[in-house]
């Protein structure tokens, strides 16, 4: 276990250096890949472990993002790299080169399904939390206004 465990957090540190995640970002998202790959080999490696993983790492990635005053993505995105279905999306592919259309579409549908829960993991841990966060349209985060400078400079 512990050899998993250091290998996601290899892979997820590797990913947010691919990402350009700034330096003093790094062990967050390693550490939150780490804790993720840790509660989905504790609940059996299933897609409702692969769900309650991405839940998990969404929830470090709302706290992480408040307390370093950084975007969510930062933090979220090297952290469920760990779980990504790449395994199962190869899986599909080579059955699909091979003829095996039958063994593609089971694991293509596993595969999607494992995509699906990580995705709605994610989303539950973020949606809520920045809908409460402000209240009302508050939530939207406004854009710096700027001006379209106009063609012709001023004269003086």
Same mark, same amino acid.
């Given at each position: 276990?512990?050899?998993?465990?250091?290998?996601?957090?290899?892979?997820?540190?590797?990913?947010?250096?691919?990402?350009?995640?700034?330096?003093?970002?790094?062990?967050?998202?390693?550490?939150?890949?780490?804790?993720?790959?840790?509660?989905?080999?504790?609940?059996?490696?299933?897609?409702?472990?692969?769900?309650?993983?991405? &839940?998990?790492? *969404?929830?470090?990635?709302?706290?992480? $993002?408040?307390?370093?005053? /950084?975007?969510?993505? @930062?933090?979220? %995105? !090297?952290?469920?790299?760990?779980?990504?279905?790449?395994?199962?999306?190869?899986?599909?592919?080579?059955?699909?080169?091979?003829?095996?259309?039958?063994?593609? &579409?089971?694991? *293509?549908?596993?595969?999607?399904?494992? $995509?699906?829960?990580?995705? /709605?993991?994610?989303? @539950?841990?973020? %949606? !809520?939390?920045?809908?409460?966060?402000?209240?009302?349209?508050?939530?939207?985060?406004?854009?710096?206004?700027?001006?379209?400078?106009?063609?012709?400079?001023?004269?003086?």
């Amino acid at each position: 276990m512990l050899t998993e465990l250091t290998v996601a957090f290899i892979a997820a540190l590797a990913f947010a250096v691919v990402f350009n995640v700034p330096v003093r970002y790094l062990l967050p998202g390693a550490l939150a890949g780490t804790i993720g790959w840790l509660v989905f080999r504790s609940l059996g490696g299933t897609n409702t472990a692969i769900f309650f993983s991405s &839940l998990g790492i *969404g929830l470090l990635a709302e706290g992480g $993002a408040r307390m370093f005053r /950084v975007p969510v993505l @930062i933090i979220a %995105v !090297p952290g469920i790299i760990p779980l990504v279905p790449g395994a199962g999306a190869y899986s599909t592919m080579l059955a699909l080169v091979k003829g095996n259309f039958i063994g593609a &579409l089971t694991k *293509g549908t596993e595969t999607l399904f494992a $995509a699906g829960a990580i995705a /709605v993991g994610i989303a @539950i841990a973020t %949606v !809520p939390l920045r809908l409460v966060q402000r209240g009302g349209e508050k939530h939207i985060r406004k854009t710096a206004h700027t001006r379209i400078a106009s063609i012709n400079p001023p004269e003086h």
